[in-house]
T-cell receptor
């Protein structure tokens, strides 16, 4: 069964610290995505990738980096975490018309 | 840019009652976007509930249905008789082309009382 997993499921980070969120898919999909969701907002696209070793900026990439070392794995990196990056983060992979989402990571930056 | 507006939650309904969640969209980058409803059950990721890629068509799944209305730029989600298991957050979304980029609404939390 197709699956997208994320780790950690929740994390508390300190301002200025480095945070890495990981995503793993067993779908054999080329495209992968990172979104964030804040209260009162829909999911917003941060970065995406359509092939290993390549990433693209989404709508809100500032303050984030992404890494796609393999088809299965896609990481989101916050080099200097800030309070404004407190949110729920979702990873997804896609077929032609459907995106498959992970369960989300709740990140709190203090 | 593209945008999606949907009913603000929470929406509380009793089991066996009808449910409607309104969704309207504005697509500036493509004339006829693909339209989706995703659902997020507690503790899980979003999953596709239904999609319609042709204007004027209706999509349906698990008793839910939505019609792509290009005149009113709407894609309202309806169910005639809800069950407690329908308690979830519902997201309306539009996609360009084959769905490479999705624009989501804020999500509508639905609570179904037994």
């Amino acid at each position: 069964e197709a699956a997208v997993t994320q780790s950690p499921r929740s994390k508390v980070a300190v301002t200025g610290g480095k945070v890495t969120l990981s995503c793993h898919q067993t779908n054999n999909h080329d495209y992968m995505y990172w979104y964030r969701q804040d209260t009162g907002h829909g999911l917003r696209l941060i970065h995406y990738s359509y092939v290993a070793d390549s990433t693209e900026k989404g709508d809100i990439p500032d303050g984030y980096k992404a890494s796609r070392p393999s088809q299965e794995n896609f990481s989101l990196i916050l080099e200097l975490a800030s309070l404004s990056q407190t949110a729920v983060y979702f990873c997804a992979s896609r077929t032609t018309y459907e995106q498959y989402f992970g369960p989300g990571t709740r990140l709190t930056v203090l | 840019g593209d945008s999606v507006t949907q009913t603000e939650g929470p929406v509380t309904v009793s089991e066996s009652e009808s449910l409607i969640i309104n969704c309207t969209y504005s697509a500036t980058s493509i004339a006829y976007p693909n339209l989706f409803w995703y659902v997020r059950y507690p503790g899980e990721g979003l999953q596709l509930l239904l999609k319609v890629i042709t204007a004027g068509q209706k999509g349906s799944s698990r008793g839910f249905e939505a019609t792509y209305n290009k005149e009113t730029t709407s894609f309202h989600l309806q169910k005639a008789s809800v069950q407690e298991s329908d308690s979830a957050v519902y997201y309306c979304a539009l996609g360009e082309g084959a769905g490479n980029k999705l624009t989501f609404g804020i999500g509508t939390r639905v609570l179904v009382r037994p």
